[in-house]
Each structure stands twice: as C-alpha cells, then as structure tokens.
DNA sequence: ATATAGATTATAAACATTATCAAATAATAA
DNA sequence: TTATTATTTGATAATGTTTATAATCTATAT
C-alpha cells in the first residue's frame, strides 16, 4: 500500500526529469511511511542512521523539489518550522493546540467560498486553505488526569 | 471613526491592566489607521521617525501583549515573518500570490466544517482559519502589460 | 511625591532556512 | 568504455526573524 504510493512518487520524480538519488528516495520513503508531517529537522534526524553523512541543506533542498513538483505540500502554521505532507489527495487539517497532532479529515471542497472571494475581490481565485484547531482526545483525557 | 476604534483599543488595554506606554499608544494607532496587515519590521520602521530609540523587542513584546489579550491577531503565511491584524472582526483574507497585497473579505462562518471535524476527529474545535489565494486585480492587469 | 511592578532598550542568542562552492556522483555523448 | 557535462551533495557560512537577558527607566497606585 504504502509500497504502491513510493512507487508512484519515484515515477512522478521520472517523469519531472529529477535524478533519483539514495537521499530522495530515503526522504520520499520516509514521508510515505511515516503517515505523518513531519519537520525538516525531523526527516534530517530520522534518517541519520542510514545516511550518517546527508547534510541538511539536502533535506531542504529535496523537499523544495518535491514541493516544486506537486509530489509534497508544505505546510506553514503558525510554529516556527514548515511541516510536509505527501498526501496529495484533497484534505483538511485539525491541528491539537496542546500537543500539535495534525489528523487529517475529509470535507467536500469549499468551492463556494472561492467564487464568493472571487466576485467580491475581483481576484482570479486559485485555491485556498483552510486549518480547523481545538484539542484532540488525548490531551482532553489528560486534563481530567 | 479609526479614532474611536484606537480610544477601544486603549481601554481594553486598561481593563486588561496592561499599562499604555507611549510605545504600545503608537504601535496599535499604526495598527488601526494603516488598515493593513504589517509585519513587526514593517511597525518598527514606521514608527522610526517618531521614536527613533525604540528597540525591535519592544514592537515584537507588545504585539504579543495585543495578541495575548485579543486585541490583533497574528497571521502565520508561508513567507518569513508573521502580520499583525487589529480587524478583530470575523474576517477571511484573500493574498494575491504575485504582489503578496491581503484584502479582507466576509463570508458566513463555516460553522459546519468545524462540526463535522469535530465529529469525524474527536476533538474539541476551538476555532478555524482559512484563506483564499490568487491573483488580484492590479497584477491581472500588469500581466496583461 | 514615592515606591515598585512592569516596560524599555541594547545586545546577544536561538532558530529555521538559504546561499555558496568544492567535491562527488550520475547522465549523456563519443 | 571513456570522456564530457550537468546535477547533486555536504560542509559551512550567511541571512533573517524572533526571543532571551539584564541594566535602566517609567506608568501607575498609594
């Protein structure tokens, strides 16, 4: 299953013309496996048992390439480090404002919200965000300790 | 009109017993009459001229201060550094991805995303952002040259 | 008018991210 | 296969935003 979505992703790298080195494939690996967003800094230090020598400015980098080729999004909330999400279906975000936890969730697109701006602003819409936050049932269980 | 808004502001600050420095009196009336979105540096250059011995940690601390207490509310996008809004009305934003300019916009609050996220996910919402993006008017027509 | 808790300033530090560039590696042509 | 070329990596320095520190100053209550 995951195995699948590795593949796919190691053929868009192809299909974009991007070299698919040991680093990349570790990253993209990674990022699949993990079924989380994880940090720069997270990925860099998850994988520094196998690649004890990756610099990383190549974290950076590849996740930059892979943002810039649609096979990742980066998420930026209001925490000082970008998160990456390789799940490229449509979805939302609820993020615990307690312990961070990013769950997705599904909600049919929000196209209405889109033409409304468009009319009003006079802007040619061309997607949106949207995060909705509160505290996720751990922590609630720990506040009743 | 902005001046009544600024004359709230202040005494939210009193009830709130946070004391109204000269420095905090100029950073929100910069807030209210400038009627954008400045980020902390573009403050701090602003009120240079009046206060040219201000420090940076003084503009960060009291935008803090404003936040903490309700007052603006700090908006995290994908670029380096956070914008301040005083709006504390509910409002969406629209950012134009050429030129970066935020133009707020009104839309009946999305009250069932937060619901159904609530019951897929099991957390409880506090609250939810969204933001539409495109390209506004003004870059449209520099395009078309 | 005075005392004091809180605010300001200047500075240094922390932190994430990007830039630089030589060395290593991979793709391509001959 | 080998030579040539282009890209990537890794080490490090640089950048830019934000926070921490500590000495000095000030708004406010008494």
């Known amino acids: ?3 699948r979505r590795l593949q796919e992703a190691l053929e868009t790298l192809k299909e974009s013309g991007v070299r698919i080195t040991p680093q990349r494939h570790a ?3 990674y990022l699949i496996k993990s079924m989380s967003h994880p940090t720069a800094d997270e990925i860099y230090k998850a994988l520094e048992g196998k690649f004890p020598n990756m610099s990383v400015a190549t974290v950076y980098n590849n996740l930059r390439v892979f943002r810039d080729i649609g096979l990742v999004r980066e998420l930026t ?6 998160r990456f999400d390789c799940n490229t279906e449509k979805h939302y975000h609820i993020i ?5 936890k990013i769950v997705d969730f599904h909600y049919p697109s929000l196209d209405e919200v889109e033409s409304l701006a468009e009319q009003v602003t ?3 819409v061309t997607h949106h ?3 909705v936050y509160g505290i996720c049932n751990d922590c609630k269980k720990k506040e009743q300790h």
């Open 77 to 82: 909330y209001g925490d000082s480090s970008s």
């Open 96 to 100: 615990c404002e307690k312990c961070g």
């Open 129 to 131: 965000r949207m995060e």
């Open 1 to 3: 299953m995951s195995e």
């Open 27 to 29: 990253v993209l690996e």
């Open 122 to 124: 006079g802007f040619d």
